[in-house]
């Protein structure tokens, strides 16, 4: 009798996913942990204060008591924390997206025996943008995965793999919508510790749409070996020959750009990893450093690992993003694409008066915001009310929106 309630369900092999086309491809349903899909996946139930209290402890709505409803604070942008950092590695790794601080975490957990194994992605061996997730067990297995693959990334598809090697301490290195289902999951897995290290994650792909992208936007799409939005406003492509070609956000062709994200990443709001540990990016910092947000201990646990090959300074806030989103919301509805010379001034006046540091950072988020409310308001109509976060609502709330 219990044999045939107990088989575990099978991973969808068919390719329909249960949140149909909003589904981020974070490879849950890959495995038989499918079978909790409806309470785990981040399309089909958002559930970031549950997740934060269990988590961290507390959630970004419980530390709020007390504020008047419409204020804004950091916690709604940056989510729980307990510090800040500026830093980069003083000794890079070539290859790496930034300076290779995931990649140095990832290696010295395993090399200190703080963890057994380590989630993250590797890249196909015939195509640098395709992911291949694995269960790295060596230090060398994590460094051959530096780098973005800036493609949806089915990670916990190796979920089944953690089960079967009986490991018991694990860090996953992930983006947001696989951190949210592997958290509601987390009891389920047996370890006794899960560290997570995430990074900030917006405007993912498919590979198809990668392609699209970088046939639009850059000079020689064959030769680019990883891109990044950056902090001065441009779009950085590295060519394999080195050279870095660099095109203003202003100067993007939005109308041919408009449906190249993935309808997961127009809906998402969790851009900056809530629910990791330590998350590792760079928005929040001056170009050339990373910026680190330490959630809690294990967060804390991690940091110290690579703590002294860090130069570090304090987090910096400069100047005022709202202008400059509330012409953004507008000029990105109408679908304007300036000249490439104008786009280029625009680009160069506002590095020097814009945004900078975490003001930079509320900047790419208030502008991710309130685009993918919109896209949720006019496509998904139905899930507007309990898809979209307090937290994003507030940061929405500041700015006007087309009535329609
Ligand atoms: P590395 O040492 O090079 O390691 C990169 C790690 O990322 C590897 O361990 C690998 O396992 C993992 N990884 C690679 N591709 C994926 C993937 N598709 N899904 C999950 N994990 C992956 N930061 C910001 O501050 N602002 C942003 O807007 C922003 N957008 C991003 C968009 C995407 C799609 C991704 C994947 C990351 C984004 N980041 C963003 C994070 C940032 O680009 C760097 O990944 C981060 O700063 C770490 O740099 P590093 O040199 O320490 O990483
Ligand atoms: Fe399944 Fe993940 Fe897709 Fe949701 S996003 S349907 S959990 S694979
Ligand atoms: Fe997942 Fe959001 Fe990144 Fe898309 S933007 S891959 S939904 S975390």
């Given at each position: ?10 991973p ?8 149909k ?6 490879g849950?349903?890959d ?5 909790q899909?409806?309470?785990?996946c981040a399309f089909l139930?958002?559930?970031f204060t549950?997740l ?9 709505e ?7 409803t419409s204020?804004?604070s950091?916690?709604?942008?940056f989510?729980?924390y307990e510090e800040m950092?500026t830093?980069?590695k ?13 990649s ?13 194994g380590?989630v993250?992605v590797q890249?196909?061996?015939q ?7 694995i269960?790295?067990r060596?230090?060398?297995e994590v460094?051959a ?21 009986g ?7 992930g983006v947001?919508c696989q951190?949210?289902?592997?958290r509601a999951?987390?009891?389920r897995?047996g ?6 290290l995430?990074?900030?994650?917006v ?8 392609q ?5 936007t ?5 030769t ?11 779009v950085?492509f590295?060519?394999?020959?080195g050279?870095?070609?660099k095109v203003?956000f ?7 750009l408009k449906?190249v994200?993935?309808?997961?990443c ?14 590792v990016?760079?928005?929040g910092?001056p ?13 804390r646990?991690l ?17 005022s993003?709202?202008a ?7 000029a990105?509805?109408q679908a304007?694409?300036l000249?490439?010379?104008l ?5 160069a ?18 502008s ?10 006019r496509h998904?109509?139905e899930?507007?009310?309990?898809h979209?976060?307090a937290?994003a ?9 087309p009535?329609?």
């Open positions: 009798m219990g044999s045939r309630s107990s088989r575990p369900a099978r969808i092999r068919s390719g329909h996913y249960p949140a086309e909003l589904c981020s491809q974070c849950l349903c495995t038989h942990y499918v079978a899909v409806k309470e785990a139930k958002q559930q549950e934060e209290e269990q988590t961290h402890g507390r959630s970004r419980s530390v709020r008591t007390g504020s008047p204020e804004v950091d916690t709604d942008y989510g729980i950092f830093a980069r003083r000794d890079p790794i070539e290859g790496a997206q930034w300076t290779g601080i995931v140095s975490i990832g290696m010295k957990a395993l090399n200190t025996g703080l963890v057994e380590v993250c890249a196909d061996a195509d640098r943008f395709k992911p291949q997730p269960l790295a060596t230090p060398e460094l995965a530096r780098v973005n693959k800036p493609t949806l990334s089915p990670n916990l598809s190796v979920l089944e793999q953690v089960e079967q090697s490991l018991k301490r694990l860090l996953v290195i947001g951190i949210q289902a592997l999951v987390e009891k897995l370890l006794e510790k899960l560290y997570v995430g990074t900030p994650c405007d993912n792909v498919s590979r198809a749409g990668l699209k992208f970088l046939e639009t850059s000079r020689s799409p064959d680019v070996v990883h891109y990044e939005f950056m902090q001065d406003f441009r950085h590295k060519h394999e020959d050279s870095v070609e203003p202003f100067g993007l062709n939005t109308k041919q449906d994200f993935a309808p997961s127009l809906s998402c709001f969790d851009y900056v990893n809530a629910l990791a540990d330590l998350v990016g760079y928005m910092s170009l050339g450093w990373q910026w680190l947000v330490v959630r809690n201990r294990r967060g646990e940091l110290e690992l690579v703590w002294e090959d860090l130069e570090t300074q304090p987090v910096v806030s400069k100047g993003r709202q400059a989103v509330q012409q953004g919301i507008q990105y509805d304007m694409t000249p490439m010379w786009a280029h001034l625009m680009g006046v506002i590095e020097r008066i814009g945004p900078q540091g975490l003001e930079y950072a509320r900047f790419s988020i208030d991710h915001f309130t685009r993918n409310y919109l896209y949720v308001r998904y109509p899930k507007l009310e309990h979209v976060p937290f609502r507030r940061i929405v709330g500041q700015y006007r929106l009535k329609t």
